[in-house]
């Protein structure tokens, strides 16, 4: 038989801390219980006075005392406090809860039943929702990281390489005619005939660094922007890249590229860069096919070479691998645009890597309009 509590009005000392502090005592320390105290912990306006509960093993008992938060078996001795503004039961017993209702002091508040259940649960889809969100911000902060991370070594090695495709071609080029035209000028008088075929010599070489220096610029931005053409991009650029590297190219491609934004057309392009990069770099090989197969759902890339292929397990491995063999930024890549790269490779059978990506509906429909 739950003892008739006498209501008191005892002295209040006077308030320390912040002027508006309200002073919480919890019955209960389930779940109710312990969604409050985690809530109400992080709040500098509250302060839990005390919390009772009659189970040695409930949830929330070692919560409030890695709070430093005193804890009672008796419930009732929450009623005697001085010091408290606000009574919240969630003990989910409805003996407790009868009993409160009979109680009154002023300046006390008893929250308890539905209302008290409702709070608490209220409280707990709050935590879950916000731990979520957590996760959710965590997990986009690292891709964030990670793709400023690669978006810089790319510009670095994209810097490079222009530097060494201008050197190697237009420099060279530009150099070879400033030549002839000094040779130009010294036979202008003793050589006439010379001199002009000299002339027509530079004019020929100066057309083919004018060629170089526009596909410098191409590589540089391979897509029209006010057509945003992805297949004539990519085959101009597979052209450059075989006469470049002397590596054979092959380009198949099926489906409607008009069905793609333009960001995913970007995307695609950079994929199929980084990786016949990477095969230039690493893989030794004499021959490249890359195919590109969309339909309405989804697109594929597939990019194959027949060079000398790495073991798999090794480098799958070893993180600091998966950067020297450029898989990361590839995987990278296709996460970024909502798809999956898969990549499979052997000693001395080549390399191939597949990104898949699926096509969200307005894009399918929206007939590449961004």
């Known amino acids: 038989m739950i003892p008739t509590i006498q209501s008191k009005s005892p002295r209040r000392p006077p308030k320390t801390g912040p002027q508006n502090s309200t002073h919480v005592a919890i019955i209960g320390a389930g779940r109710g219980g312990t969604a409050l105290m985690e809530i109400f912990a992080t709040d500098p306006l509250v302060k839990i006075v005390c919390v009772a509960e009659v189970r040695k093993n409930a949830p929330g008992i070692e919560l409030a005392k890695r709070l430093g938060i005193p804890v009672t078996r008796d419930y009732r001795r929450l009623l005697d406090l001085e010091r408290v503004d606000l009574i919240i039961d969630v003990s989910g017993d409805s003996k407790v809860w009868e009993l409160l209702q009979d109680f009154h002091r002023m300046g006390v508040t008893i929250i308890g039943g539905a209302s008290a259940k409702f709070m608490w649960e209220l409280i707990e889809a709050r935590i879950r929702a916000t731990s979520e969100i957590e996760k959710t911000l965590n997990k986009y902060q690292s891709l964030y990281r990670l793709y400023v991370k690669e978006t810089g070594v790319a510009v670095t090695e994209e810097r490079t390489r222009i530097a060494c495709e201008m050197h190697d071609g237009l420099v060279q080029n530009l150099a070879g005619v400033n030549f002839k035209l000094d040779l130009s000028l010294q036979l202008i008088r003793k050589d006439p005939k010379a001199s002009l075929a000299s002339l027509r010599e530079s004019k020929a070489q100066l057309k083919l660094a004018i060629h170089e220096a526009r596909q410098v610029i191409f590589n540089l931005r391979p897509l029209h922007y006010d057509k945003m053409e992805l297949f004539p991009a990519l085959t101009n650029y597979l052209t450059s890249y075989e006469t470049q590297y002397h590596i054979k190219t092959q380009f198949h ?32 090989a004499t021959r490249v096919t890359v195919g590109l197969d969309i339909d309405p759902e989804r697109l594929k890339v597939t990019i194959a070479d027949n060079g000398v292929g790495f073991d798999m ?20 890549r296709a996460r970024l645009v909502g798809g999956e790269g898969k990549i499979d490779s052997k000693k001395g059978r080549g390399t191939t890597i597949i990104v898949d990506i699926p096509l969200a509906k307005k894009e399918a429909t929206a007939h590449g309009k961004d």
Do not use: M, Y
């Open 253 to 284: 491609v099926s489906g409607d590229e008009q069905i793609l934004f333009p960001r995913t057309k970007i995307f695609l392009f950079r994929i199929v860069q980084e990786a016949l990069s990477n095969v230039e770099r690493h893989a030794k």
């Open 313 to 332: 397990d090794t480098v799958l491995r070893d993180p600091d691998k998966w950067d020297h063999f450029g898989i990361r930024g590839i995987l990278e």
